[in-house]
């Protein structure tokens, strides 16, 4: 059974950082990406990153570039996603995903979710 469980959530201040994590399980992701979403109260989810399970190719939002990095361990089969100067518009619930599409943006083009985690950022 695939599992895919974020942490790290929780409430800073605007121009602060968090880092996320996305613990994987249940089957051999290599040649997957494992990406991050989010979803503001009320707003479509979103794609904010992706990386390469093999290789570390990275795809970003334009919303995340610069402020965010996704990295991997995959050793620890985790995958990380360091939010730095925050803003009050990056508050939503942050999911991880895997799919097989290198620089897909579409949900729909994932086939593993999590259960997400909040970040709230204050202004």
């Known amino acids: 059974q695939v599992q895919l469980v974020e942490s790290g959530g929780g409430l800073v201040q605007a121009g602060g950082s968090l880092r996320l994590s996305c613990a994987a399980s249940?089957?051999?992701?290599?040649?997957?990406?494992m990406g991050w979403f989010r979803q503001a109260s009320g707003k479509e989810r979103e794609f904010v990153a992706h990386i390469r399970w093999s290789g570390g190719g990275t795809f970003y939002a334009d919303s995340a570039r610069g402020r965010f990095t996704i990295s991997r361990d995959n050793a620890k089969n985790t995958v990380y996603l360091q939010m730095n100067s925050l803003k009050p518009e990056d508050t939503a619930v942050y999911f991880c995903?895997?799919?097989?599409?290198?620089?897909?943006?579409?949900?729909?083009?994932?086939?593993?979710w999590g259960q997400g985690t909040q970040v709230t950022v204050s202004s």
């Open positions: 249940g089957r051999t992701f290599s040649g997957y990406v």
């Open positions: 995903a895997a799919g097989p599409v290198f620089k897909a943006w579409n949900q729909y083009e994932y086939d593993y």
